[in-house]
């Protein structure tokens, strides 16, 4: 599987920015598809999870609760992080992750995930 992500950018705080990743490859053999993030000198987070095989349940980090959305277009194999009312503390270089393995939930320990992408960076000021 090849993951490219787009999108990033410079915001002011308040701001929104819609971060995309395009799937290709083994795209439907994918069962989680993620958003991470990691901020200079942090390790790399979970933003957002998307469970494939329960139907599209999504998971987020408390962090970003009623600020980020994650969805998918299934037709165009594209993930996406649609992220409002940026704040500086989400500065970082933004990842997307996927997993082709069946699990009950999907991880949200980068470790557990087989594809990533190069990342896109966001700056929030």
């Known amino acids: 599987v090849q993951l490219v992500e787009s999108g990033g950018g410079s915001m002011q705080t308040g701001g929104s920015l819609k971060l995309s990743c395009s799937v290709s490859g083994d795209a439907g053999g994918q069962y989680c598809l993620a958003w991470f993030r990691q901020g200079p000198g942090q390790e790399r987070e979970a933003v957002a999870l998307?469970?494939?095989?329960?139907?599209?349940?999504?998971s987020y980090a408390d962090s970003v609760k009623g600020r980020f959305t994650v969805s998918q277009d299934s037709a165009k194999n594209i993930l996406y992080l649609q992220m409002n009312s940026l704040k500086p503390e989400d500065t970082a270089m933004y990842y997307c992750?996927?997993?082709?393995?069946?699990?009950?939930?999907?991880?949200?320990?980068?470790?557990?995930?087989?594809?990533w992408g190069q990342g896109t960076q966001v700056t929030v000021s």
């Open positions: 998307l469970d494939l095989d329960e139907n599209g349940s999504t």
């Open positions: 992750a996927s997993d082709n393995r069946l699990r009950a939930t999907c991880p949200g320990s980068s470790g557990q995930y087989r594809g």
